[in-house]
């Protein structure tokens, strides 16, 4: 929520996604810093307005739409 206050331009912000493998919680592979996987996405209001929220696609992916519209409109995806 500090970088949302910090980062007037910050639309989506998340973390990182970790899994437990039974010997604890690792990071997945393919956490980036610049993408915000679905599960963890915060959007900031006027972002999420902006995009017109997530968009129904027929085989996944309104996560990575969101980025795109999000970037498209000028916001930053951290």
Same mark, same amino acid.
């Given at each position: 929520?500090?970088?949302m206050h910090?980062?007037p331009? !910050?639309?989506?912000? =998340? %973390?990182?996604i970790?899994?437990? /493998? &039974?010997s604890g919680?690792?990071?997945?592979?393919s956490?980036?810093?610049?993408?915000?996987?679905?599960?963890i996405?915060?959007?900031?209001?006027?972002? !999420?307005?902006?995009? =017109? %929220?997530y968009t129904?696609?027929? /085989? &996944?992916?309104p996560?990575?739409?969101a980025?795109v519209g999000?970037r498209?409109?000028?916001?930053?995806?951290?």
């Open positions: 929520m500090a970088k910090l980062t331009n !910050l639309g989506i912000g =998340g %973390g990182y970790h899994e437990n /493998y &039974g919680f690792v990071p997945r592979s956490n980036r810093t610049t993408s915000v996987p679905h599960a996405q915060l959007f900031r209001r006027e972002c !999420l307005e902006q995009i =017109g %929220g129904p696609l027929p /085989y &996944g992916g996560d990575w739409h980025e999000a498209m409109n000028g916001w930053h995806v951290e």
